[in-house]
């Protein structure tokens, strides 16, 4: 029954342990509140590296990264997880804020992965989240 299966992908997501990466304060602040209202647990990292550092402590169930970011960036995060933590890539949504370079709208396309445009509302985010926690 297909609303059975849809009540149940609902709840797949729900209670979810996000790590959300970004430089912009704000713009993870706005994440963190919609994810923290969605009935996730949602940790921050201002940059890849510390993202880094954070997955060395924790387990995540997902992670949105900003492609642009100081000392490393959401490309070279990806390039990281592949090698240390490769169950993590499949559960990885690039957030872009602009027009992304050729080299890395190329890189995106390749990865196969999703990628949630800012500006952003609520209901953009929950669906990419729910997309991606589903398929995993």
Do not use: C, W
């Not at 499949?90 to 872009?96: A, E, T, V």
């Amino acid at each position: 029954r297909p609303e059975a299966q849809a009540a149940q992908s609902e709840l797949a997501v729900e209670g979810k342990t996000i790590l959300v990466v970004d430089d912009e304060a704000e713009i993870a602040d706005l994440l963190s509140d919609i994810l923290t209202r969605e009935g996730h647990h949602v940790d921050k990292a201002p940059n890849g590296a510390i993202a880094l550092e954070k997955l060395r402590t924790a387990q995540y169930d997902l992670v949105l990264s900003d492609i642009k970011m100081p000392e490393m960036d959401g490309p070279a995060l990806y390039r990281a997880l592949e090698q240390r933590y490769p169950g993590l890539t499949k559960r990885f949504i690039f957030i872009s804020g602009d027009v992304l370079s050729g080299e890395t709208a190329r890189f995106i396309e390749s990865s196969g992965l999703p990628a949630l445009n800012k500006p952003f509302v609520a209901p953009d985010v929950r669906a990419i989240i729910q997309r991606v926690l589903s398929a995993s």
